[in-house]
């Protein structure tokens, strides 16, 4: 049996997050969570570039109820390569509450894709981010985009606004929708109405098929997590760029945890904090259930809606 030591550094994820005071709508989805091994289980990958803590199925769907969510969308992370048993271990005990966003390499056969669509996958992802990947993945993913188009399934990217400049016509050249992560991680120091977050707009708008992940403001906040006392509010220098993102793009909008929070070293968010951080950048009942209810339903579980 395999056995793995965490990455130094890495901070483990809140065991016991504090009860949201936000109720979320009825059918709630939490569309970007993973599961990481456990490691004796399920190995991580050789080319990972971090080593997590083990986060198991059974702890997601305990965090999955605690936190009022019905379903969840489970993305493979870099730490499992493209090996996806993790991930589709965790949708198979779902009982028909998870979707399954995997990594596949370009050779996939069809009956292999096949598999992973009656497994609940839904979706590929390709990270282009340098700290993550050796190479970026734009071959591959041409190459992949053909082969799920037919199956219905879109590709979930996740990149940093920096190189939306240079991605920005590959992107809106591939044949099935997109789904970004964490908005193209904006920097939030600049004005919300820059040249860099209006190119992100300009993406969304120009590309109906484009949905955006308005999620992990503990990943692009500098302002942080509001004090002990509560007076601020959450990731507040994060809230006008999600909340832009809400009001222009209503019904091409998802939320998710990001449980457990990979990679993180400064600070470990608070699960129910963030949940109580929706409102904030979704003011509306109607907003509310198109992020977490609608919009996530039509995407993966369409003979559901
Ligand atoms: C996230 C964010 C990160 C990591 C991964 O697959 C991954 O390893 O996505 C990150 O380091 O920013 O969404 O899980």
């Not at 219905?152 to 590959?170: K, N, Q, R, T």
């Not at 484009?210 to 004090?227: F, I, T, Y």
């Not at 002990?228 to 809400?246: H, K, S």
């Not at 091409?252 to 608070?270: E, I």
Request: contains cysteine; proline residues 10%; glycine residues 6%.
């Amino acid at each position: 049996m395999p056995t793995f030591e965490k990455t130094p550094g890495w901070l483990d994820w809140y065991a016991d997050p504090s009860q949201p005071r936000f109720q979320v709508p009825a059918g709630a989805v939490d569309a970007h969570c993973h599961v990481f091994g456990p490691g004796e289980e399920f190995p991580f990958a050789p080319t990972r570039k971090y080593t997590p803590c083990d986060a198991s199925d059974e702890q997601l769907f305990a965090l999955r109820d605690r936190l009022g969510f019905a379903r969840n969308v489970i993305v493979q992370a870099t730490c499992h390569g493209a090996d996806n048993s993790a991930m589709l271990d965790a949708v198979a005990k779902a009982d028909g509450r998870a979707r399954g966003v995997a990594t596949v390499k370009p050779d996939i056969s069809e009956a292999a894709l096949q598999r992973l669509h009656e497994g609940g996958v839904r979706g590929v992802r390709f990270n282009f981010l340098k700290r993550l990947v050796d190479v970026v993945p734009t071959a591959d993913l041409t190459t992949i985009s053909h082969k799920i188009k037919d199956l219905g399934w879109h590709i979930v990217i996740y990149f940093e606004a920096a190189d939306l400049p240079e991605l920005f016509d590959f992107f809106s050249g591939l044949p099935t929708d997109l789904v970004v992560d964490h908005m193209g991680r904006p920097d939030v120091t600049q004005p919300v109405d820059g040249p860099e977050f209006a190119l992100f707009q300009r993406f969304l708008a120009e590309n109906p098929q484009v949905w955006c992940k308005v999620s992990c403001p503990e990943r692009l906040s500098v302002s942080g997590p509001p004090a002990l006392n509560g007076e601020q509010a959450a990731y507040r220098d994060v809230v006008p760029f999600a909340r832009r993102i809400v009001e222009s793009f209503p019904d091409r909008v998802l939320w998710g945890t990001d449980w457990p929070h990979p990679n993180l070293k400064d600070h470990m968010p608070d699960d129910g904090l963030l949940v109580d951080y929706i409102p904030s950048i979704a003011p509306t009942a109607d907003l509310q259930r198109r992020l977490l209810v609608d919009n996530p339903m039509r995407l993966y579980w369409p003979d559901e809606v």
